[in-house]
């Protein structure tokens, strides 16, 4: 035989020089859901090792990730009921404990990549990502309350502002919005394919952040269509996206990979709850090595050709990287 591939496999410094994807902890990006309050730290049953914390609490757990090589962190806010209204007006209020949070972590860890999350759903008292006017999703006028919160957040010191509400015209809204404050090296990580996907239920239990009617399909995209995505792709890049996202992560790697293909921005994933949810539930069924399972499933997205990966598995990649 002239070829015989296992002669790259036949020891481990080889299978190391001829490594085609690497994966390190300057990749991810860890989602922390955060609430107002003290000494507040929740595990989300539905997501194990997952937490809401307290401004208090949050700063201690982005230390220790600091510590541990992890140096990006996209923020949620879990708002209570009574400050929710039709037009998401805490979202932008002075007073915004998720505003608060974001300007501390920033004075106290200048270093770190902090992105934003620009929809309407936590702050709307329909749970909807736009403003709803007799029972549908509006476009436009969901718009100026997008930009709105995305100048008050970039106040706040985000570095990135990431729209996830997938309203037409919403990057640029948010783009012209920024520059007209003087925001001009604000990025915008842009939620380009984000599809109505049955793989966000535990998100959404930490966040309670459900539709409290209908659902939102007229406006996340259908899990059948990935053509569509390209659309979605070329338009957030021609409005001024710095970098585009698919969501979910896991099943959609044919997705991942076709944006990659007709784009020169960086390619995000979100490796999205309940995506996670079951492997860990496999793993402490034993059904599955965790330390094996978890680094190999990151590892899919970025062969996939993801650039960046927000996963809950963040933290623990870091651990096992460490050792």
Same mark, same amino acid.
């Given at each position: ?11 481990? #410094? ?7 994807? $690497?994966?390190? #902890? ?14 507040? %730290? ?39 009921? $009574?400050?929710?209204?039709?037009? @998401? ?13 974001? %300007? ?23 749970? $909807? ?6 029972? *549908? ?79 939102? *399909? ?5 899990? @059948?269509? *990935?053509?569509? @995505? ?29 944006? %990659?293909? #007709? #784009? ?6 979100? $490796? ?18 965790? *330390? ?32």
């Amino acid at each position: 035989m002239l070829q015989r591939p296992r002669r790259n496999r036949r020891t481990e #410094t080889i299978r190391n020089l001829v490594e085609e994807t $690497h994966l390190s #902890t300057a990749h991810l990006i860890y989602p922390l859901f955060l609430v107002d309050g003290y000494n507040i %730290k929740d595990e989300v049953l539905s997501l194990p090792g997952n937490y809401r914390f307290s401004k208090d609490q949050v700063l201690i757990e982005i230390k220790n990730c600091i510590e541990l090589g992890i140096r990006n962190f996209i923020l949620f806010p879990a708002v209570k009921e $009574h400050l929710k209204d039709p037009i @998401a007006t805490y979202s932008y209020s002075g007073d915004n404990f998720y505003l608060d949070i974001a %300007k501390r972590i920033k004075e106290l860890f200048p270093e770190v990549c902090l992105i934003s999350d620009v929809a309407m759903d936590p702050y709307n008292s329909d749970g $909807h990502d736009g403003l709803v006017r007799n029972g *549908k999703i509006v476009n436009d006028e969901t718009l100026p309350i997008l930009a709105k919160m995305a100048v008050a957040q970039a106040k706040a010191g985000f570095d990135y502002i990431g729209p996830s509400d997938m309203m037409d015209g919403r990057v640029k809204t948010i783009r012209m919005a920024l520059d007209e404050a003087g925001f001009y090296e604000t990025g915008i990580l842009s939620y380009t394919a984000k599809y109505a996907s049955a793989f966000y239920g535990p998100f959404r239990d930490a966040l309670d952040s459900a539709p409290k009617s209908g659902d939102k *399909k007229t406006y996340q995209m259908n899990p @059948a269509n *990935k053509r569509e @995505a390209l659309i979605e792709a070329q338009l957030d890049e021609s409005e001024g996206a710095d970098m585009l996202m698919v969501k979910p992560a896991l099943h959609y790697l044919d997705v991942i990979q076709s944006i %990659k293909q #007709t #784009t020169n921005l960086p390619v995000a994933c979100y $490796h999205v709850s309940g995506e996670c949810a079951m492997l860990i539930a496999a793993c402490r069924n034993g059904w599955l090595d965790y *330390k094996k399972a978890m680094p190999e499933t990151l590892l899919s997205m970025r062969r996939a050709g993801a650039d960046v990966i927000i996963t809950y598995f963040a933290k623990d990649f870091a651990q096992i990287f460490a050792r």
